[in-house]
């Protein structure tokens, strides 16, 4: 049946639902919920702490540029450190690579904007191991 490490069913969970989920580590998760509202969460959880996780980012309070989360899709997640990962995110008009940092209850900072910088599908993990070797 395997270990719970994150129910549900309890309180005001009921209302979101996960949409996808990130393991960081042996004890620790990330995963992105959709409220009830249409907005969207990135909450993390640890092993063992039977809880609905700790909000790290909502996105319906935290606009990206001209619009909201609405219309991105979060397709690859890379954690640098316990508290510091990087999304990169594919929208209509290009990706964006966003870092968030710690407890920081916002949207965090846009490292990369492909509409912005100009540079082509193929070349955004070049930009990423720029990105991840700077931080190191």
């Known amino acids: 049946m395997g270990e719970e490490v994150f129910n549900n069913g309890r309180g ?75 999304f990169r995110m594919n929208k209509s008009n290009g990706s964006v690579i966003i870092q968030l940092i710690g407890d920081v209850a916002s949207l965090g900072d846009i490292v990369y904007d492909e509409k912005v910088d100009g540079e082509a599908d193929g070349q955004l993990s070049d930009s990423l191991n720029l990105i991840m070797r700077s931080e190191s």
């Open 12 to 86: 005001w969970s009921s209302d979101w639902t996960i949409v996808k989920a990130f393991s960081l580590n042996a004890s620790s998760y990330l995963f992105i919920s959709k409220e009830n509202t249409g907005d969207y969460q990135v909450r993390q959880i640890y092993r063992g702490i039977k809880s609905n996780g700790d909000e790290f980012v909502n996105f319906g309070d935290n606009p990206i540029h001209e619009g909201n989360i609405q219309g991105y899709s979060i397709v690859e997640f890379f954690s640098i450190s316990d508290r510091n990962f990087i």
